[in-house]
């Protein structure tokens, strides 16, 4: 077992294509981190990087206590004590479970009988004891996929390298095999690195989850303290689904103006990036979680879906645009206005096109300048939010990972 440290690592692609930017990152010994980020963000580059498929540009990365690779020193993926699994084509089909398994020992040079005893402790490990002889083509998918990991394991890596590897699985065949993944990796003691597309897995399996995009880490944190405390109105968006809406803060709170919205003043928390844009500066009582903005500070609220209470009134403001059935209550997706807003609520069951009151019962502000946006609500003075005013032209509202609305919508206040 061991750790993995990277160390100001760049990667950049021939044609110029950044892969990783200057990523700072360790997984400790026996820690399981899960590496998350939107498509093209650079999670397979990292561990690509650390498996020794790619070289990074700058920096250095260790396994353990060896520099395994930096501008001087380079050690071949095979030296590096990594196991690995992938997506898809993992397991050679031409080979008996009991070959394919062996290969990374036979490589290695262990002899026979030493080989035939690990093969089947490992696939005693994965549950598929006894299945040494059968062909691939013989097993499920999620066995098959088992067998990958029995062959990961049976050289007792240092490292266990996931890249996708629960991903083709269908559900709740993928759910069963993560809580093995978890219990086997804790069993052994492994430190593991998981790259996956799938949020809910990354924050259902990890210790610590590591949030990717443009190649750089934007945050990092266990699951809970990322959904609690997410770094940026990107994070927020990404992570936990948040609404994000642009404006700008002032001595009572929040206000949008496109579309018009406001949020008062004690709804709102500091992001973590707010605190420096926002402290000493003049404007209105100090709120709690939220000390003194400069008034007109342009920000990005991020709504958490769980804080948007929907409320059925058939003379409510709002609509519900779309609806998706829940365990414990319906997903749903509010029309208020021009401004769609995600709202998921124990107990709640709505179905579309209820027409629904809405009250934003927590938000997050952080400065525009943190996903390095304009706010849309900067761009208006104070003034010219009228109690009736005329419909405005567009919004840049952004949900989730990037959707954008652009709605003609009156005023409107939070309750
Ligand atoms: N072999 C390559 N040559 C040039 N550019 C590449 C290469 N591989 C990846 N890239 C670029 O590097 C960036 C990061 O890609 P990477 O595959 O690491 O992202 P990812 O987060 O794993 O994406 P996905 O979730 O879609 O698999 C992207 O801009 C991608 O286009």
Redesign the pocket.
């Known amino acids: 077992m061991s750790s993995v440290s990277l160390a100001s690592v760049s990667l950049a ?3 110029g ?3 990783l930017a200057d990523v700072d990152l360790r997984v400790g010994d026996g820690e399981f981190v899960a590496l998350i ?10 561990l690509r990087t650390v498996a020794g498929f790619v070289r990074p540009t700058a920096g250095s990365v260790r396994v353990g206590d060896a520099v395994v690779a930096d501008a001087d020193r380079w050690v071949e993926p095979e030296r590096r004590g990594l196991g690995m699994v992938f997506q898809q084509h993992a397991v050679w089909p031409h080979w008996s479970v009991g070959r394919n398994i062996e290969y990374p020992l036979r490589r290695s040079g262990v002899r026979r009988a030493e080989r035939a005893r690990r093969v089947s402790e490992a696939l005693e490990l994965v549950g598929l004891a006894g299945t040494e002889r059968r062909n691939p083509a013989t097993l499920s998918g999620g066995q098959r996929q088992r067998v990958a990991i029995a062959r990961a394991i049976v050289a007792r890596p240092r490292v266990l390298l996931l890249d996708e590897a629960l991903s083709a699985l269908d559900e709740p065949l993928r759910d069963r095999l993560r809580l093995e993944l978890r219990l086997l990796t804790r069993e052994l003691g492994l430190t593991v690195l998981h ?1 996956t ?1 799938d949020r809910s897995e990354a924050l259902a399996l990890a210790d610590r989850v590591v949030v ?1 995009d443009g ?1 750089r880490v934007q945050q990092q944190g266990a699951p809970a303290e990322l959904l609690r405390r997410p770094a940026s109105a990107f994070v927020a968006g990404f992570i936990a689904d948040a609404t994000v809406i642009e404006g700008a803060l002032d001595a009572s709170g929040f206000r949008a103006h496109r579309p018009a919205l406001r949020v008062a003043a004690d709804r709102i928390e500091r992001g973590p990036e707010t605190g420096a844009a926002a402290a000493g500066a003049a404007g209105g009582a100090a709120s709690p979680g939220w000390a003194s903005p400069a008034p007109g500070s342009p920000v990005e609220l991020a709504v958490l879906p769980e804080h948007v209470r929907v409320v059925p009134d058939s003379e409510g403001p709002a609509a519900v645009a779309s609806s998706l059935f829940g365990r414990d209550g319906d997903d749903l997706v509010v029309d208020w206005n021009g401004l769609r807003l995600r709202s998921r609520g124990r107990g709640i069951r709505c179905a579309a096109g209820t027409r629904v009151r809405v009250e934003i019962e927590r938000a997050i502000a952080y400065p525009a300048a943190s996903t390095g946006r304009r706010a849309a609500g900067a761009e208006e003075p104070d003034a010219h939010e009228p109690a009736a005013a005329a419909p405005p032209q567009s919004s840049r509202t952004r949900r989730g990972s990037g959707a954008a609305e652009a709605q003609p919508a009156p005023p409107m206040v939070s309750a």
């Open positions: 692609y021939p044609g294509h950044l892969g980020g939107p498509s093209g963000s650079g999670k397979t580059t990292l790259v597309h990717l190649g």
